[in-house]
């Protein structure tokens, strides 16, 4: 019998029972022996890019990119990548190069290898990037660990890239900012390390590559806490808020769900925060972790929204 699945963690609980692997699958990285890591992300023209809209050299810097991500959301070294590419027909080698070009440029950027892969024909063009990293310092930091107490911290800021696409594929003018975050993602791979240390590993950590909204999310249900954060201590840029007022749409809905943003979300005890707030300027306080489940926004400490599940990003359902 067919099952109607509506969201990609009914998908990953699926193969979770089909694996029988639930220690292991459904973090940001799988958790091998010894602290090594392993994620995959795979790039489908269509859904995740449009192809003469954005340059074949960004393309391959984000597929790099977002799998990288995934490390720094472990609180780890990245190592070694594996490239599998489907390639649509007429496809030309000089269109291969720039795309090879862009990946290997955001991997060295990050003292990562390309080490294999592999190529094929496909009707539309599909990136497949594999990372492997591991966890040097200390253990590798979960989504599922957060405790009532913590504090909710996040690097950078959100929704500049969701307004960076809007603005490519109206193609409206201006706004670099924007442009460059949805272009040219930057792994926060020495923050997560950073972190890493700072807490010895505990607290929960991933990163907001659906939105700020879905990773909050996903650590409250992973941790079985509630989670709030307070509207006014999400970091927006003054670009993303000009771009999404020309766009008529709201810059904070933008930051929640927008998606691709690749910033470093994180619940941590209330001495760590203090370590990372006296080591480094890279990470605001935007929330709290309470007793309780689900996700609400606060605006002037009173709840003004429970955050939707149904706003972020769907690969599933993007045509």
């Not at 957060?146 to 603005?167: E, K, V, Y």
Request: aromatic content about 6%; overall charge negative; hydrophobic content about 45%.
């Amino acid at each position: 019998m067919l099952v109607d699945l509506t969201t990609e963690q009914q998908w990953i609980e699926t193969v979770k029972q089909l694996t029988d692997e639930r220690l292991i699958i459904g973090d940001d990285c799988a958790i091998l022996p010894d602290r090594w890591l392993i994620t995959t992300d795979m790039l489908v023209e269509g859904n995740h890019f449009v192809l003469g809209k954005i340059g074949l050299v960004d393309i391959g810097w984000k597929a790099a990119a977002v799998n990288l991500s995934d490390i720094a959301a472990m609180a780890a070294v990245p190592s070694f990548a594996v490239v599998s590419l489907g390639l649509p027909s007429g496809f030309s080698h000089d269109e291969f190069k720039l795309l090879y070009s862009g990946i290997v440029e955001c991997a060295r950027a990050f003292r990562t290898r390309i080490v294999g892969g592999d190529l094929t024909r496909s009707d539309k063009l599909v990136i497949s990037v594999a990372v492997i990293g591991r966890s040097e310092e200390t253990k590798p930091m979960i989504r599922t660990a957060a405790q009532p107490g913590d504090c909710l911290i996040a690097t950078g800021d959100f929704g500049a890239s969701a307004a960076g696409l809007w603005l490519i594929l109206s193609g409206t003018d201006g706004y670099e900012y924007c442009r460059s975050r949805h272009l040219r993602p930057h792994p926060r791979v020495d923050d997560g390390l950073l972190l890493g240390k700072l807490t010895g590993g505990e607290g929960a950590l991933m990163d907001a590559s659906d939105g700020l909204a879905d990773a909050v999310m996903q650590i409250a249900r992973g941790s079985k806490v509630a989670i709030e954060i307070d509207e006014e201590c999400i970091p927006v840029h003054a670009d993303t808020r000009a771009a999404a007022e020309l766009g008529g749409q709201s810059p904070y809905d933008l930051a929640l769900y927008g998606g691709e943003d690749y910033e470093l979300v994180a619940a941590v005890r209330p001495e760590h925060w203090k370590l990372i707030e006296q080591a480094t300027g890279n990470f605001q306080l935007i929330g709290r972790v309470v007793e309780g489940q689900g996700a609400n926004l606060l605006r002037d400490g009173k709840r003004v929204a429970k955050l939707e599940a149904e706003k972020t990003f769907q690969h599933w359902l993007s045509n």
